[in-house]
């Protein structure tokens, strides 16, 4: 069903056999009717150009060609210039910025890869998954499994700090008991050392002086015990360092090096076959600029070229070149048969078929070296972490195992100094003080213990609101899970859905042409697609494939299954059409450009075309077809008529 209402105009200049032309088209079907060398297919050329499409030959004696494409109130240019070598470079503002997908389903021109895939028997399902970037697809899965296993991770290790709550809030509860008790220790303590106080008969200054010493030796015992809470927290640390240098080393055991240089020689391979990859290139471009201008010839009859080889021979030339079945060789002069001229270009097509094949090839074959190369990296780059965490715990060992002997020379400083205010004491005292003594080492100690509990237990409440804070974003990472998890799902189901699409898509339409059609003997003709295990570079995967069916009835009504290979010619022609109207829907190319080329169908009979053009049109805005005057007669006349060019 056409939307467009706009008028699209065309300006061209100097494609294909077009010296200088202005064409416009209506939404719809337009019919270019004519003879043979009537540049109907170097207009339909000079439209692809101006959609985007690069296989399209500029006019033999000219340098540059442009064409202009309107459609209401915007405009697209291309401009087409031969460089040095004879290739052609395109510039300008085309329709679309990349051409794939329209260049195999919706300019179906004779040399179309996806009307020629029947009758050379190509991979079909590669033809309909070309423009689908399964590679990128792949890879996107891959990284979106990644992601997911490091969510779950992360769940997982969410769900094991959830479960040590429960301890930890024992934990806490326990130490707060501990505390309160403590205080409660103390503060009788304390009473203990004021009632004693009051009942020694010392005097004032004897007093004051034995205070002051026992303050002293009370400061000088609890840095005594800090110090030793210290040591054995480093000590801990050192032996949990000590473990994890061990496995750390055991682990660096294990990863086996990259083979020395390896990296480099696969780079060195990967741009060996790059270079290759431009060479075939280069080569598969030449092919096209020599396949695309040999058509022209064909078609257009030689034009100028041909003019000049005949020398001045009488008569038109045209009449001269289509006349039966002989044309002028456009390269020597002589006059050649038709059928070797179009031979020699089904080997061209050919070769540069297999050019194709070899360049997907060699690709394979690069991103196999690439896979590689990464996981020698990966394999590099986990060895270095490792060997980094090595250092890393070596060198915080020995850090730790100095402040140990740092510490423990501050605790035998500690040590004597105690001693020595013990001492000092003991000279202040009489027997009566001996209880006051014992009573402040016991209180210096509750005042430890008591430091100690509320460090504890501001440890254990930092621990608790960090598992706390931590466990806040499960919602978060369960949503972000369930994010990837419908990404996964809808990357995964993309191929296999693109692929049953196009097997519904071509069964359901080339039924419903067959029947149109009305093809006596051919009761059907549809793909089966199945999955086989085929080698992709090292390793083996499976894959879809799409086997064509014919199936024929005999005269008494017996149908048996036929080969592609004994098609009629027009039966090939209506297959290969219908394979790319399926590839047009599959992949929505209507949304992406609004014009359906065709041309080259003369090997279909006069009512099939007209019947087989209405079909095929009720999809696009603008389908524009070359018809000989013939077979366009049979067309409705609502259907405009382009007879000059």
Same mark, same amino acid.
């Given at each position: ?13 100097? &494609? ?10 209506? !939404?719809? %079907?337009?019919?270019? @009717?004519?003879?043979? @060398? ?107 499994? @990644? ?18 709550? !429960? ?102 391979? &990967? ?55 002989? &044309? ?205 295990? %085929? ?5 083996? %995967? ?8 014919? +199936? ?21 022609? +209506?297959?290969?059409? $219908? ?44 389908? $524009?077809? @070359? ?19």
């Amino acid at each position: 069903m056409q939307t467009a209402t706009e008028t699209a105009d065309v300006s061209v200049r100097n &494609v294909g056999g077009i010296e200088e032309a202005e064409v416009s088209f209506d !939404p719809g %079907v337009t019919v270019l @009717a004519g003879r043979n @060398a009537t540049n109907r297919t170097s207009l339909l050329q000079a439209v692809m150009a101006a959609l985007g499409s690069n296989n399209v030959s500029l006019k033999a004696d000219a340098d540059e060609g442009e064409v202009e494409l309107t459609i209401g109130d915007e405009t697209y240019t291309r401009t087409l210039t031969r460089g040095p070598s004879g290739t052609v470079r395109f510039e300008g503002d085309p329709y679309l910025e990349d051409p794939e997908v329209a260049d195999l389903f919706a300019f179906l021109l004779e040399s179309n890869e996806a009307r020629r895939a029947v009758e050379r028997g190509d991979d079909l399902r590669e033809l309909i998954m070309r423009p689908v970037d399964t590679t990128a697809i792949e890879s996107r899965i891959d990284e979106l499994e @990644a992601e997911r296993r490091r969510i779950d991770e992360r769940l997982d290790e969410l769900s094991e700090l959830s479960q040590e709550l !429960p301890a930890l809030e024992q934990r806490r509860r326990t130490i707060e008991e501990r505390i309160e008790e403590t205080r409660a220790e103390l503060e009788a303590k304390e009473q203990e050392i004021e009632d004693a106080d009051r009942d020694l008969g010392t005097t004032r200054d004897e007093k004051r002086e034995l205070d002051g010493k026992l303050e002293e030796l009370r400061g000088a015992r609890s840095d005594l015990e800090g110090v030793r809470f210290r040591l054995e927290s480093e000590r801990d640390s050192i032996d949990a360092l000590e473990s994890e240098l061990e496995q750390l080393e055991s682990e660096l055991d294990e990863l086996p090096a990259a083979p020395a240089g390896e990296v480099r020689e696969l780079e060195g391979r &990967v741009e060996e076959l790059r270079e290759r990859k431009r060479a075939v290139d280069s080569t598969v471009n030449e092919l096209q600029t020599v396949v695309q201008f040999n058509e022209e010839m064909l078609e257009d009859g030689g034009g100028d070229v041909a003019a000049a080889l005949q020398d001045g021979e009488s008569g038109s030339v045209t009449d001269q070149l289509v006349a039966g079945d002989d &044309v002028i060789c456009w390269t020597c002069g002589t006059e050649v048969d038709r059928g070797q001229v179009e031979d020699t270009l089904d080997q061209l097509r050919e070769l540069r078929r297999s050019k194709l094949e070899e360049r997907r090839e060699i690709e394979s074959r690069i991103d196999d070296l690439e896979t590689e190369k990464l996981t020698y990296e990966e394999k590099q780059r986990q060895l270095d972490q490792v060997e980094r965490r090595v250092t890393r715990t070596r060198e915080e060992l020995e850090r730790r195992e100095d402040r140990v002997d740092d510490l423990q020379a501050e605790r035998s400083s500690l040590e004597d100094r105690v001693e020595e205010l013990e001492a000092q004491v003991e000279e202040l005292e009489d027997e009566s003080h001996t209880e006051l003594l014992d009573l402040h080492k016991e209180a210096n100690q509750l005042e430890f213990d008591l430091g100690r509990l509320e460090s504890e237990l501001e440890d254990v409440e930092d621990e608790i609101d960090g598992i706390d804070e931590q466990l806040d974003r499960r919602d978060d990472l369960e949503a972000q899970r369930e994010e990837v998890n419908d990404e996964l799902e809808g990357l995964r189901t993309r191929i296999d859905d693109t692929e049953r699409e196009a097997v519904e898509q071509f069964n359901s339409h080339i039924e419903t042409v067959l029947g149109i059609l009305e093809y006596g003997n051919l009761e059907r003709v549809w793909i089966e697609r199945r999955q086989q295990t %085929v080698r992709e570079g090292r390793r083996k %995967v499976e894959r879809s494939t799409f086997d064509l069916h014919i +199936v024929r009835t005999t005269d008494d009504g017996r149908t048996y299954e036929d080969t592609v290979d004994h098609l009629s010619e027009s039966e090939r022609e +209506v297959v290969g059409i $219908v394979f790319a109207l399926a590839g047009y829907l599959v992949h929505d190319v209507h949304e992406q450009v609004p014009f359906m080329l065709l041309d080259s169908l003369e090997a279909i009979d006069s009512e099939r075309i007209a019947d087989l053009v209405e079909y095929v049109s009720a999809h696009a805005d603008y389908t $524009v077809t @070359a018809l000989l005057p013939e077979d366009a007669s049979a067309l409705g006349e609502e259907h405009p008529r382009i007879t000059q060019i």
